[in-house]
């Protein structure tokens, strides 16, 4: 006679959810919504409450010549975090905007590119490069002495932007109710509507302006002012995460490999005889994702009554990160390695 084997599919969760939540047929929860309460405590909760080594990866992209940023799908990679390697030479990881921009300071070179005649609309010029994307400036006066604003998108394209008129409740012009008390910018004038006008390009300098698209033309004898910053290119040894994107610098010249650690978040099942990473983590699956379905039924005896279940089974998923961690010594002056003294001068190399 066979001997059941234990099971951890996509089933036998199933299975066990429905007897934790007296959900034993379709009338009562239906496998599509069950399917649907597993995947979501699966692929968001269990990776968001819980932090495994078995879910850590090296997220790994190259460099392109001239670009700076680079996104990340952060509902997949999760938990970004140092160490940093270039070229498989550690690095310096910011995760703060002020000190990495106090390292790399973007400074602003004014050129005077445009003098207007009061008729021409067209431009055409080029200004030494490279420089940075999204840092492009171009401003001035129209005919009928409004401000003109023309910003890059840092994807190669000038965009002549306009903000909200600014409003006010009560009008500006009445006496509210209250003195003092009118609530203004209301239409949100920090947020600009932009129209594309022209090009640019970062590496050449080359731009190419057309006002004729917003029906704007720069007032005679005004000198716009256009402001970038300029860079050296370099062998990358720094980079800032920020707001899910990956700011390298230097600026690279070449293609480089850059290897970052991060926390990977499961994939969703899929099949019915689909299992999570580890096999032992199917319980604590069962008892989180009954312990959802018994909060939205508004049945919170159930759901205390499921935790004492829900912190058996996490504490032996988490005694196994437990177990990875033993004989490991928290880092000091006095137990950890340094950067190689040989390699000092190699960001100099290859430039």
Not at 27 to 36: A, E, G, P, V
Request: glycine share 8%; aromatic share 12%; proline share 7%.
């Amino acid at each position: 006679m066979s001997v059941p084997q234990a099971d951890s599919t996509l089933l036998a969760i199933r299975k066990k959810v429905r007897r934790l939540t007296n959900s034993p047929g379709q009338s009562s929860l239906s496998d599509n919504d069950l399917d649907q309460y597993i995947n979501t405590f699966y692929n968001q909760d269990f990776p968001y409450a819980i932090k495994l080594d078995v879910m850590r990866d090296v997220y790994t992209f190259y460099t392109q010549p001239y670009i700076d940023t680079y996104p990340l799908d952060v509902n997949y990679n999760q938990g970004v975090r140092a160490p940093l390697y270039v070229d498989g030479i550690q690095g310096g990881f910011y995760k703060d905007r002020v000190q990495f921009y106090n390292l790399w300071p973007r400074i602003a070179t004014t050129f005077q590119p445009i003098s207007g005649d009061g008729v021409t609309q067209s431009f055409t010029f080029t200004v030494q490069g490279p420089f940075l994307r999204n840092e492009v400036i171009l401003g001035g006066v129209d005919t009928a002495g409004n401000a003109i604003t023309v910003t890059d998108n840092g994807q190669g394209r000038m965009y002549y932007v306009s903000p909200n008129a600014q409003t006010s409740v009560p009008a500006i012009n009445t006496n509210p109710a209250v003195p003092g008390m009118y609530n203004t910018n209301l239409g949100n004038p920090g947020l600009y509507n932009p129209t594309d006008i022209g090009s640019v390009n970062y590496v050449t300098g080359a731009f190419s302006i057309n006002f004729a698209l917003v029906g704007i033309t720069p007032a005679s004898g005004e000198n716009m002012i256009l402001r970038v910053s300029q860079y050296q290119p370099g062998r990358p040894y720094t980079m800032l995460f920020w707001n899910n994107l990956m700011t390298i610098r230097p600026v690279p010249k070449q293609i480089h490999k850059i290897e970052i650690e991060v926390y990977l978040t499961p994939v969703q099942f899929m099949e019915t005889n689909s299992h999570p990473i580890l096999d032992q983590w199917w319980q604590y699956i069962c008892f989180g994702v009954a312990c959802e379905i018994q909060r939205d039924r508004n049945d919170f005896d159930s759901v205390n009554m499921l935790m004492e279940g829900m912190k058996r089974q996490e504490a032996l998923v988490l005694e196994r990160q437990g177990i990875e961690e033993i004989g490991m010594p928290n880092y000091t002056l006095f137990n950890s390695t340094l950067p190689n003294p040989y390699l000092s001068n190699y960001w100099g190399i290859g430039y």
